[in-house]
């Protein structure tokens, strides 16, 4: 056939989803022409965190290898490396992400379990920040690593806009049958030995109690049977050699003080405190925040659950401090202003709730 004869396919959008290869390197600079900034009215920007507070200083930055095939979710910049790295220093730890810095790269978490990394390296005049997911949810990964590339940029970070989810058009009644039968599956699959079962169930809890979710979820939860698997997590012993079990354990730990703090900030007031109030839940609550440096997320969850038990319970608020709360407040607290700034505001919620007097 001859070669004028062949037809070209045209250029079509290719679904991310079905491709085969690997991600394409992007073409040289001087063939792309810059996205505008758009700003949308909708969104609101994130207030600014000193830089001292969470500082990265990278050396010794490595080129770019010449056959190094770079993720879609990086950026080219100016080659200034302090400035560049400060700037994605501070929207880490603004974003609460639980930051780690290296010396040439900085690894991140969200509360959901999306793990990244942010790499750095020098390809001639530019600097090319790549960030990548390790392990997580796709869509979440996209929203962090956009924030953390307009930042590299300078650009100014939106916060994420804030969804409203509309009243249930079914009556209360039917709604608090779906929700009660929600809750049964959940705990079956919580008590299940199938981690990925445990993983499933822990998350159905966590969406049932976020802000906007069933109403009823939180008074049930805290009343009902869910409460005391919850609590078994919560005690959990971490003496296992296993690092996947360990890891696992971590995060159900995590999301069971999560699932509690939500529930008892609706119904803390309303509550008998009971559970609560044995020397193994409070230990485990105020280990949290002294093992802070670990796991942020945790400690944070842990802090607001705290703060809730003491601001109804004076008797909670006693044993707290015999067993030596206050201190590990202010190891919680100094973490986050460290590198986690819900942590930080959190911790210092709790601090003040220790502080008054019922």
């Not at 930055?61 to 302090?82: C, F, G, W």
């Not at 105020?286 to 802090?303: M, S, T």
Request: aromatic share 4%; hydrophobic share 45%; net charge positive.
């Amino acid at each position: 056939m001859d070669h004028a004869d062949r037809k070209i396919a045209p250029d079509m959008p290719e679904m991310r989803s079905v491709r085969i290869g690997a991600p394409v390197a992007m073409p040289p600079r001087s063939l792309l022409r810059s996205a505008p900034t758009t700003t949308k009215s909708a969104t609101t920007p994130l207030r600014t965190i000193a830089t001292s507070t969470a500082e990265w200083k990278p050396s010794n930055i490595p080129s770019l290898p010449q056959m190094y095939p770079l993720e879609r979710s990086h950026a080219r910049v100016k080659n200034d490396t302090s400035a560049v790295a400060q700037r994605i220093a501070s929207v880490l730890r603004q974003q609460s992400l639980a930051p780690v810095f290296e010396d040439q790269k900085a690894s991140g978490e969200t509360q959901c379990h999306v793990r990244f990394v942010v790499r750095l390296f020098v390809d001639g005049d530019d600097l090319v920040v790549e960030v990548q997911r390790r392990s997580g949810c796709c869509f979440v990964f996209h929203q962090v690593s956009k924030a953390l590339l307009q930042a590299a940029r300078g650009e100014t970070v939106m916060a994420l806009p804030a969804f409203v989810v509309p009243n249930s058009m079914i009556k209360e009644e039917q709604q608090r049958a779906a929700c009660d039968e929600a809750l049964e599956l959940a705990n079956e699959l919580l008590l299940k030995d199938r981690i990925d079962a445990q993983v499933l169930g822990m998350q159905s809890l966590v969406h049932m109690t976020r802000e906007g979710g069933c109403k009823h979820s939180a008074s049930a939860i805290l009343k009902g049977p869910v409460m005391d698997t919850l609590l078994k997590f919560v005690r959990l012993s971490k003496g296992i050699d296993d690092e996947f079990l360990v890891g696992h354990r971590t995060n159900m730990r995590g999301d069971a003080f999560h699932v509690l703090a939500n529930c008892l900030a609706r119904e803390a007031s309303k509550m008998s405190f009971d559970k609560f109030a044995s020397d193994q839940v409070l230990k485990s609550v105020i280990d949290e925040l002294r093992v802070a440096a670990e796991k942020p997320h945790n400690a944070c969850h842990a802090a607001r659950v705290l703060a809730s038990l003491v601001k109804n319970s004076e008797a909670i608020k006693l044993r707290a401090e015999q067993l030596d709360a206050p201190a590990a407040i202010i190891m919680a607290f100094n973490e986050g202003i460290s590198r986690h700034a819900m942590l930080e505001e959190e911790a210092k919620a709790l601090k003040r709730e220790m502080a008054n007097c019922m």
